[in-house]
């Protein structure tokens, strides 16, 4: 009885952010949410990350099966999965894994514009962890309860202050799994650039494209962002959207990066003079790309005269 006794003192304690969350709920916050188009996958033994992947990527429209998973989450040795692999599955499944702030709060918003959370509770005591993934697929404010699809449960009711003492233990965790396109709605914009420059890596340019351009109107001021739509605009072969991307960086930020890039798509599209000017300014902005920005002139020089390039 001292352990069963334990756990409940455990999970009786203060839980902090509900608590001020269900004193002063924010205002524009909707009482009640339930995503229940969730798809729901019953989970196998130790099986709780390939399962929980799956709900979420089904959310997302990218319909996939825990058995298609388990060869990319499932360490049999730890008889689960690490997060690390489950946010890189998710990527490799063509989905934008971004990790959310770990507040009850930011949770609740991401459930209420319709994004459908990744989280890892520990479902025991800090001294003998069980580690479990689950999908948070609601909440009800008045009932205090956040609604889960959990294990073998497709509909887990779980008060929100035993949620947050359960998920408190894994340093809160959690993450959104989007199509690319879709944006959390509470991750910063430094998890979001992270997120992006990782997915790009493996995502067709198309859907990084794509991915990129929501984060830039979201973030219209950040300087990563702009040269990132424009390199994926490059990569999609776009020059003509890449070379106004990086304009419009070049212009807005003064940044010698923006100006080189510009500088060789204009070569590269044959507006020789406009590329000139493009160049002479990243070498006026005298950063790290002045000695490539003085390479490319040559290059647009050269081109111009109709004698060969030089060699990169």
Sequence with gaps: ??????????????????????????????????????????????????????????????????????????????????????????????????RIPGRMDALLRELAAGNPVIVLQNLSLPIDPIWHYAVAIGYDLEREELLLRSGPMRRQRLALSTFEHTWARSGHWAFVALAPGALPATATEAELIAALVAFERGAPAGEAR????????????????????????YAAGDRVAAADAFRAAALR?????????????????????????????????????????????????????GQPAAPR
């Design 1 to 98: 009885m001292l352990a069963m006794f334990l756990v409940a003192t455990l999970l009786s304690g203060c839980a902090t952010q509900t608590r001020a969350l269900l004193e002063a709920p924010p205002p524009d916050l909707a009482q009640r949410v339930e995503l229940a188009q969730t798809p729901f996958f019953e989970q196998a033994d130790y099986q709780c990350g390939p399962a929980s992947l799956s709900m979420a990527l089904g959310a997302a429209g990218i319909e996939t099966r825990p058995e298609d998973l388990i060869g990319r989450v499932f360490v049999p040795g730890r008889k689960g999965s690490l997060q690390i692999e489950m946010i890189a599955a998710a990527r490799g499944r063509g989905a934008v894994a971004v």
């Design 210 to 233: 794509r991915a990129y351009a929501a984060a830039a109107a979201r973030w219209p001021d950040s300087r990563v962002l702009a040269i990132g739509l424009g390199n994926a605009a």
């Design 253 to 305: 930020h003064g940044d010698g990066a923006a100006w080189h890039n510009l500088a060789v798509v204009l070569r590269e599209l044959g507006r020789l003079d406009e590329a000139e000017q493009a160049a002479r300014q990243a070498i006026d902005a005298d950063g790290p790309w002045s000695a490539q920005a003085r390479t490319e002139l040559d290059r647009i020089r050269a081109q111009r005269s």
